[in-house]
């Protein structure tokens, strides 16, 4: 347990929205932000001080090498085994293994978000759409409870270093909603009949849609780690960022997954670092994600009535038929680890195929 173990973690939420009718337009342009100090994180006390990594390979030999003697190291205290490592010796607390500060109060997120939604009903068809654009942050902070280590720092002693995107982040999401009835049928513009027969066939259709046009997720940027058992005993490393220009200019549309030449990130941007270094790079970049995912689906619903009563249908029939992803968009997800042969190309789909399904439901 460290010095800040238990401490109540503290979460601030503040936001603001302006409503406004402009020519039956409703318009709302909204901000919401968060912070979070004190979260819940997982902090290894025991890890070897990186000042050591000069010593290079020497670490992982045992405290009675001979090399290790010459380099002017012993035994930190009289009972160390003689297999014991020079790194083991190094460690804050030789005589134990990794000494985990659960709930050690240091993560921290930050979020922020601007709005703006549009909405307006023109006779029997209606809209709304939205838009999001927002940023997501953190520091230690994600799920790193017990055997939940999806997050570690790749330096203990540099605590600042991790803060990076959280892996949801998604700074781009335009969402746009509609339902149209056809004006045909009893009491519409077209074919307004008392024939009940006719009104069954042709009245009480409606169309809807809905699109979600989003950005794509991030890719973890992680590396072999060699600095784990026997070096510094890191739980992480992460890779090294050279700079170069991350996009090759193919887009979701033009990626070839049978053609290994065609690449949707350059494979010279990231590498691993040395054997005994550390990564440059943060565990998200903002810019090395999936390709970005368009979802459209839509809906056709017809209503019968099948036992009326007054104004309304007590027993109604619904038939519908849903299109999903109806004009078969290609979402293909890309292959980002770092290091493999296949880093940049074309795995397989962010999203299923064009799948159009029918239904037959009665409501009583």
Not at 100 to 121: L, P
Not at 150 to 166: A, E, H, I, M, R
Not at 171 to 185: C, E, K
Not at 323 to 329: D, L, Q
Request: proline fraction near 6%.
């Amino acid at each position: 347990m460290g010095p800040t173990f238990g401490k109540a973690p503290r979460i601030y939420n503040w936001s603001f929205d302006v409503q406004r009718e402009v020519k039956k337009f409703m318009i709302e342009i909204g901000y919401q932000g968060n912070r979070g100090h004190g979260l819940n994180s997982t902090v290894d006390l025991n890890q070897v001080n990186p000042s050591y990594l000069y010593l290079g390979s020497l670490l992982s030999q045992t405290i009675t090498a001979p090399s290790v003697v010459a380099a002017g190291f012993k035994k930190p205290y009289a009972n160390f085994p003689d297999n014991g490592t020079l790194a083991q010796s190094l460690r804050p607390f030789p005589q134990f293994l990794n000494v985990w500060s659960r709930n050690s109060g240091q993560g921290q997120t930050w979020y922020d978000a601007g709005s703006i939604k549009v909405g307006r009903k023109f006779g029997d068809w209606q809209f709304q759409a939205s838009y999001v654009r927002s940023k997501t942050l953190s520091i230690l902070s994600y799920r790193q409870i017990f055997s939940q280590s999806q997050v570690y720092p790749q330096d203990f002693y540099n605590l600042t270093q991790p803060k990076s995107y959280l892996p949801f982040d998604l700074p781009n999401v335009f969402n746009f909603l509609s339902s149209y009835q056809l004006p045909v049928g009893k009491g519409k513009r077209f074919l307004n009949t008392n024939n009940k027969f006719v009104d069954a066939i042709v009245g009480n259709w409606t169309i809807s849609d809905t699109h979600n046009y989003r950005s794509g997720g991030l890719i973890a940027l992680t590396c072999a780690n060699t600095l784990g058992n026997g070096v510094l005993f890191t739980s992480a490393r992460m890779c090294n960022n050279n700079g170069a220009t991350l996009l090759t200019g193919q887009n979701r549309t033009t990626l070839d997954p049978n053609n290994p030449s065609s690449l949707y990130f350059n494979n010279t941007v990231f590498s691993v670092p040395g054997q005994f270094a550390f990564g440059t790079s943060s565990q998200y970049n903002g810019r090395f994600r999936q390709p970005p995912v368009l979802v459209d689906n839509i809906a056709i619903v017809k209503q019968l009535g099948v036992w009326p009563h007054g104004d309304s249908n007590r027993v109604r029939l619904q038939l519908r038929a849903d299109a999903f992803n109806p004009f078969n968009r290609t979402n293909f997800a890309v292959n980002g680890t770092v290091g493999n042969a296949n880093f940049g190309r074309a795995t397989g789909p962010q999203y299923g195929p064009r799948l159009i399904t029918m239904g037959l439901r009665l409501y009583f």
